[in-house]
């Protein structure tokens, strides 16, 4: 059983960081992404940024030059460095992987794949 388990989430105030992970657990034999959603209340879910195997990775508009994504791949692992926060960060942040993992003696694969979420709030 695959499990992504987010930490890091909290609340802050304006203009503070915070440092989401999401750790990927399980028979993983290869993870070919990893990203992180938000969640606004009333709103849709949406992309914040993404990182592939080979490191590349992409971000929403709204965050470019305040988030980072990084990826530790021994740990199975994604981080999201999230500076300069503001108010309408506020959301439940999911985090998103593809992967191939061992199941039953063979491999294989998941594309879309969610975390149960953390709780960012941004407010003073």
């Known amino acids: 059983q695959v499990q992504l388990v987010e930490s890091g989430g909290g609340l802050v105030q304006p203009g503070g960081s915070l440092r989401l992970s999401c750790t990927a657990s399980?028979?993983?034999?290869?993870?070919?992404?990893m990203g992180w959603y938000r969640q606004g209340p009333g709103k849709q879910r949406e992309l914040v940024a993404t990182?592939?195997?080979?490191?590349?990775?992409t971000y929403a508009d709204s965050v470019k030059d305040r988030f980072t994504i990084s990826r530790d791949v021994a740990k199975n692992t994604a981080y999201l460095q999230m500076n300069s926060l503001k108010p309408e960060d506020t959301a439940v942040y999911y985090c998103?992987?593809?992967?191939?993992?061992?199941?039953?003696?063979?491999?294989?694969?998941?594309?879309?794949?969610w975390g149960q979420g953390t709780q960012v709030t941004v407010s003073s």
């Open positions: 998103n992987a593809g992967f191939s993992f061992r199941k039953g003696g063979e491999i294989w694969d998941e594309y879309d794949y």
């Open positions: 399980g028979d993983i034999f290869a993870i070919y992404f």
């Open positions: 990182i592939s195997s080979g490191a590349i990775t």
